[in-house]
């Protein structure tokens, strides 16, 4: 098994052009993740964390964490976004911040959104087990193509998406890593590149669709989201059942990869939990377990009052 973890973890390097934004199976309940244009859409500030742990078993698997915002304002016609990123898979850990805006009007009994975006990204190496400790001491002699574990990069990229929604529907297109940056990654010693990383741009296009079942408490809300990058494309299709609103459950499935399970309970009016857990369908499935998935969301509104007329009497003048 490690084996096999540490053959992926040399190979990313050399996969750089393969998908390198991170999966969520709760893509439906993360939009903003994948789409600029979904910034000041819902009418509502929305505030979401998620946690993923993929392929259980492994020494050094990928965990990631994403924490984003949905912020309406009305006063720059749509709305703004924030997401933040902390991914580690092996000795690599990489931590992005994308900032959006979008325009938002109405179309067709619905509202058209267009957006843009900057993301920062910075990707270091932690403790590798091949690395000496001694690397950095007085005859070490270590090869010095060998990264140290300091060794970081940094790059700036864009982002751009529409996006569409109405009571009942919802869909867009976008595209990250849009510049394709590139960077070296260099040692806080100084002694020259040591690694070299390039973006390549990824394609989104995502949709879904809410259908009550008559004279029931029910409500299907099929998904998909279709992934493309060069040399790599693949798609998610999620059907899941509402019950009145408050609890969910659904099915996944992802191209030549794994089949998901997601659960999920509107506690509040505000807040709502879901959970997902992904069984691999991948040759990785004998070789250890699935990935878990934990989502936390908290809505609410700002409502601030209308002005009220009146008037207002100082007894000094009456």
Not at 118 to 135: C, K, R, T
């Amino acid at each position: 098994m490690k084996k096999t973890l540490l053959l992926i973890i040399f190979a990313l390097p050399f996969l750089a052009h393969s998908q390198q934004d991170v999966q969520f199976t709760q893509f439906m309940y993360n939009r903003i993740y994948y789409n600029p244009a979904v910034a000041g859409s819902g009418g509502a500030i929305c505030l979401n964390a998620l946690h993923r742990s993929q392929w259980v078993g492994f020494q050094g698997a990928p965990t990631t964490q994403n924490v984003n915002a949905n912020i309406p304002i009305k006063k720059i016609g749509g709305g703004i976004g924030v997401s933040i990123v902390n991914d580690q898979i092996g000795f690599f850990n990489n931590v992005s911040a994308r900032l959006m805006y979008a325009y938002q009007f109405q179309l067709a009994n619905g509202t058209l959104g267009v957006g843009l975006g900057v993301s920062f990204l910075n990707q270091s190496l932690g403790d590798a087990v091949w690395i000496p400790s001694d690397y950095n001491t007085p005859g070490g002699g270590i090869d010095g193509a060998i990264p140290a574990i300091d060794a970081n990069g940094f790059q700036v990229d864009g982002l751009f998406g529409v996006y569409y929604e109405n009571q009942n529907f919802w869909g867009g297109i976008s595209s990250t890593r849009v510049i394709e940056s590139a960077a070296d990654v260099n040692s806080q010693g100084g002694e020259g590149a040591v690694a070299f990383f390039k973006n390549a741009r990824h394609y989104y296009a995502m949709g879904g669709y809410n259908w009550a079942i008559p004279a029931t408490n029910w409500e299907l809300r099929p998904s998909t989201l279709v992934k493309l990058t060069s040399g790599s494309t693949t798609f998610d299709v999620n059907v899941t059942g509402v019950y009145n609103n408050k609890f969910w459950g659904g099915v996944t499935y992802r191209l030549q990869d794994a089949v998901a399970a997601t659960l999920g309970w509107q506690v509040t009016p505000d807040i709502r939990l879901g959970y997902s857990y992904d069984v691999a369908t991948s040759p990785l499935s004998g070789q250890g377990g699935g990935s878990h998935e934990v989502m936390i969301q908290y809505c609410f509104k700002i409502e601030i009052p209308p002005p009220t007329k009146g008037s207002y009497k100082n007894p000094r003048f009456l």
